[in-house]
């Protein structure tokens, strides 16, 4: 029993470092790719634009999904993509100009990316290590 409660502190720190990576490494790669609409300073901005959307994620998202369950689910979940672009917003208005979105579509796509990223990394790596305990 004492075994079990060791593994989870470093489930809880691989959780955090995997999402820490994919979320900078996201952010970074949009940044590149779409050089016009969105914005980041550096790539030590992109990483802490990423434990912004991580901590947000965590803890403000889930009370602002639990509030609007009723909309996603009328919506069959389309609505939850807004959550994801107005937490983006919130991270853009917390770093100033060092993380910039520009345009109506581009939140969404990098939304979308980041929704995609999460299911991937809960499928393909967090889900893995819970199996092993």
Known sequence: ????????????????????????????????IFKKTVYIQSWMWGFVAAVIIYLLNKTVKPLVFWLTLPITGLTFGLFYIFINVATLKLVQYITINHFIITGYIMPFIVACFISIMNILIDELVINKFKKRG
């Not at 079990?4 to 949009?30: C, E, N, Q, R």
């Open 1 to 32: 029993m004492n075994y079990a409660k060791k593994k989870k502190p470093l489930l809880s720190f691989i959780d955090w470092l995997v999402h820490m990576i994919a979320y900078g490494l996201i952010l970074i790669l949009t940044s590149y």
